[in-house]
């Protein structure tokens, strides 16, 4: 039986919304999971104020409430991603197969990843 790491483990984008700008605050969370290593990977972005529009967008767009099975969809070896979008006072979870990464869920990923790796350093 595989194991999913749930995206809102307390680790990665919990808003602790003690003044106004905690509750403006905007977190995104991926964390990949599985493929033939099984290695885990972690992503997270918190953006600037003036990028909240564009990421608002991004977040949005994602279909959240809609229902799939992550566990059947899953295949040997396949990865699973765990998304977890704080947006402002709101939390979002989802747990999305690597064949359902598509479309919204694609651009936020990417999104993620990509603004990630430019806020790290090599050593």
């Known amino acids: 039986m595989r194991e999913y790491e749930t995206p809102g483990d ?5 808003a602790d919304a ?4 905690d509750r403006s605050r905007i977190v995104v969370a991926v964390v990949r999971t599985g493929g033939l290593a099984g290695l885990r ?3 997270r972005v918190e ?3 003036a990028q909240a529009p564009q990421w ?3 977040v949005e767009r994602c279909p959240w409430d809609e229902q799939t099975d992550a566990t059947t969809d899953a295949g040997a070896d396949r990865f699973v991603w765990s998304i977890h979008a704080v947006l402002r006072e709101q939390q979002r979870e989802r747990v999305v197969p690597d064949t359902q990464l598509q479309g919204a869920w694609r651009d936020l990923v990417d999104a993620v990843r990509e603004a990630d790796a430019d806020h790290r350093t090599e050593p």
């Open 10 to 14: 307390g680790s990665d984008a919990v």
């Open 41 to 43: 990977r972690r992503w």
């Open 18 to 21: 003690t003044d106004d700008a």
């Open 56 to 58: 608002v967008t991004l």
């Open 47 to 49: 953006p600037d104020p």
